[in-house]
């Protein structure tokens, strides 16, 4: 069992920053891939990025690539996605989960609130 806590969300101005870290706690959270995904109000819930287990392959949604970076810290349990040049679409509750299998995620956390609004 893997516990996860997001935190870092709240309210940006257009072209602000957000770092969200996500808390990992129970199994071995150093494993597993971890992923972020976000949600907007009256959309599916979609994919953000994704991080191999030691953090050496990344891979990003085409609408974040090159604004967002998510990086861990295994000795911390903790993982993170700084998020620069945030648009007002970028709006939505974002969560931290881990891949406990190709493309399985099964361990969610409750997601931390982001909005970019001026």
């Known amino acids: 069992q893997v516990q996860l806590v997001e935190s870092g969300g709240g309210l940006v101005q257009p072209g602000g920053s957000l770092r969200l870290s996500c808390a990992a706690s129970g199994r071995t959270f150093s494993n597993y891939p971890m992923g972020w995904f976000r949600q907007a109000p009256g959309k599916e819930r979609e994919f953000v990025a994704r991080?191999?287990?030691?953090?050496?392959?990344?891979h990003y949604a085409d609408s974040v690539k090159g604004r967002f970076t998510i990086s861990r810290d295994n000795a911390k349990n903790t993982a993170y996605l700084q998020m620069n040049s945030l648009k007002p679409e970028d709006t939505a509750v974002y969560y931290c989960a881990v891949e406990t299998g190709p493309n399985e995620y099964d361990y969610w956390g409750q997601g931390t609130q982001v909005t970019v609004s001026s």
């Open positions: 991080i191999t287990w030691r953090g050496a392959s990344t």
